[in-house]
């Protein structure tokens, strides 16, 4: 690390780095049984879990995880639980106009439910309805949030333009030029402690979790079906896979998706005095509007976590713990202090990286395999904190053969292009970061293989 204020961070995730971290629990070992089984302990799988108790309290249900629950994205992202089912408003706007009404609708609801359910349980994991403001630092972002503004007047969506004045009023950076805030909309949550109390959740419902328990094989057994880990094995009628950015069980689903690092910074926290210097009394979730865009919110204790900016996509979709620290904590570093220099001396106590799932119309797809016996929800990229316990939903659904309002969505029913085979998807992921970054630097202006992108439908993005 070159940055100073990198000296003393910890290469780890600051919301998994808590004595409230539950003890793992035992690994599946021999042969069990059950009327659900769900792959995956994030976030998708747990409000799976959870909800299939609640819906249908007949079923048994079996969670295997490879690690521990929690540990991969729903513990290491930044915590902004949107309503958006659709990556936001605009990519909602182009590709579903006609049920847009529907699915905010739906988005909202779902996140109040979401809001009713943590504190149903007493999870303690500071859920805060804080709003969204998106921050311009370039004159045509300006123009991008009145066009945005417009659209959302078009469509009843509260929401209020603030000039440059009036969004450094909100939180104080000499960056800023403008800004929109939507209420109501967002809340910030301590994620792992989300993911922790939603875990808590399963167990009190009766949900059976095995954790250290990958799951090796998927297939056939009889009328129901069998998945196999290297211990043991659960025979279901029924399987969720959730395994998201992960490589997939169903053969059909490796070339949906690809898995791109996000990177994080974790500051101390900050003082009185510190504080008094950015404002931010009303502790939105923030991000600005580039192509290349910055997120970032305060914690319970006034640390400020800074992402993003880099979605950086690895050869033959490669994972691996050696690709969480890069030069891109150094630039984010560099970033932070050009947004906050009244921040100088501020130091980072913790660095990151996670795994996004990343679809080619950014926003998470769903269906079913071996004959409705297994349904998938996955491609959430990087906006999953809300939208898997929709997605959620939406498995059930295809798992119990219920025609609901859900199911009939074309944004539920229909599904996003694939990516390239390799060498392929590496060339034109690559080509579409360097044009995005380009067009942040022109005016906005995008170039002739983005618009072409644009027409097709495609796109990458985190």
């Known amino acids: 690390m070159n940055h100073v204020s990198l000296t003393d961070a910890k290469p780890a995730v600051y919301w998994l780095d808590d004595p409230a971290k539950p003890a793992p629990l035992p690994p599946l070992l021999g042969v069990e049984s059950a009327d659900l089984v769900v792959v995956g302990g ?5 409000w799976t879990a959870l909800l299939a108790r609640m819906r249908f309290p007949s079923w048994s249900v079996v969670l295997l995880e490879a690690g521990q629950c929690g540990d991969q994205a729903s513990g290491r992202n930044g915590g902004f639980a949107e309503a958006s089912l659709t990556h936001g408003f605009w990519n909602g706007l182009e590709r579903w106009p006609d049920e847009l009404a529907t699915l905010d609708r739906l988005g909202q609801e779902n996140l109040n439910e979401m809001a009713a359910t943590i504190e149903e349980h007493g999870i303690d994991c500071d859920w805060q309805f804080t709003g969204a403001l998106n921050v311009a630092t370039r004159p045509h972002e ?41 209420v109501g909309d967002t809340a910030t949550v301590e994620p792992a402690r989300l993911a922790w109390g939603l875990r808590q959740a399963c167990l009190d419902a009766g949900v059976v979790i095995h ?34 950015a992960f490589p997939p069980l169903l053969r059909r689903l490796r070339m949906m998706t690809v898995p791109v690092y996000d990177y994080v910074l974790m500051t101390e926290p900050l003082s009185a005095a510190q504080m008094d210097a950015i ?32 979605a950086i996509y690895h ?17 984010l570093a560099g ?76 944004m539920v029913r229909s599904k996003p292009l694939p990516f390239p085979p390799e060498p392929a998807r590496y060339a034109g992921i690559s080509m579409m970061v360097r044009s995005l970054g380009k067009a942040d630097a022109n005016g906005g202006r995008r170039d002739l293989f983005l618009r072409t992108m644009d027409r097709l439908g495609l796109g990458f993005d985190s």
């Open 42 to 46: 994030g976030y998708s799988g747990l």
């Open 142 to 182: 300006v123009d991008d949030l009145a066009e945005w503004s417009t659209a959302l007047t078009e469509h009843g969506i509260k929401h209020r333009m603030l000039d440059e004045i009036g969004v450094r009023d909100e939180l104080r950076s000499p960056t800023y030029l403008g800004g929109l805030e939507v």
């Open 211 to 244: 954790e250290g328990s990958a799951v090796t094989g998927l297939e056939r057994d009889g009328a129901g079906m069998r998945v196999s880990t290297i211990a043991g094995s659960v025979r279901a009628g029924r399987v969720a896979l959730a395994t998201n």
């Open 279 to 310: 404002g931010w009394a009303n502790r939105q979730g923030v991000s600005d509007s580039a192509n290349h865009f910055h997120y970032y919110r305060l914690t319970r204790d006034n640390r400020i976590l800074w992402g993003g900016y880099d």
């Open 315 to 331: 050869f033959g979709s490669k994972i691996s713990p050696e690709l969480e620290t890069g030069a891109t904590h150094d630039k």
């Open 335 to 410: 970033h932070f202090f050009e947004t906050f220099p009244q921040l100088e001396g501020l130091r980072f106590t913790h660095r990151w990286a996670g795994i996004i799932d990343t679809c080619t119309r950014f926003s998470a797809f769903f269906g079913k395999a071996y004959a409705g016996r297994v349904a998938y929800a996955l491609g959430y990229t990087g906006l999953g904190v809300g939208a898997t316990r929709f997605g959620a939903q939406v498995m059930l659904d295809l798992l119990s053969g219920e025609q609901t309002e859900r199911t009939s969505l074309e």
